[in-house]
């Protein structure tokens, strides 16, 4: 069984930065596929925000965070990392960790595994 435990959340400025980190636990993670980070605000569809390959050879964004958010990995802690800067209200969510996406998806659907999620929330 897979876990995912976030953490870094909390109220931030408009401007401001925060670090998110997942930590990992179970089991390895298989070729091609990929862990990530989703955001959901209430009344609406989970969104996706990025994602690493486990091999931490690429990464892809979401078009609304793309130059702002930053996602990385530390193969040696099992942990993935998103670095959040020039942070919007809009910014403000429920963010969830992912496991077990195929690389590529941006779709929740296709997520295996989540985290329990963190509130972010941005201040105007």
């Known amino acids: 069984q897979v876990r995912l435990v976030e953490s870094g959340g909390g109220l931030v400025q408009t401007g401001g930065s925060l670090r998110l980190s997942c930590a990992a636990s179970?089991?390895?993670?298989?070729?091609?596929?990929?862990m990530g980070w989703f955001r959901q605000v209430p009344g609406k569809e989970r969104e996706f925000v990025a994602a690493?390959?486990?091999?931490?050879?690429?990464?892809y964004y979401g078009d609304s965070v793309a130059g702002r958010f930053t996602i990385s990995r530390d193969s040696a802690k099992n942990t993935v990392y998103l670095q959040m800067n020039s942070l919007k209200p809009e910014d403000t969510a429920v963010y969830y960790c992912?496991?077990?996406?195929?690389?590529?998806?941006?779709?929740?659907?296709?997520?295996?595994?989540w985290g329990q999620g963190t509130q972010v929330t941005v201040s105007s």
């Open positions: 690493i390959m486990w091999s931490g050879i690429s990464t």
């Open positions: 179970g089991r390895t993670f298989s070729r091609g596929y990929a």
């Open positions: 992912a496991a077990d996406l195929p690389y590529g998806s941006k779709l929740d659907k296709t997520v295996k595994y």
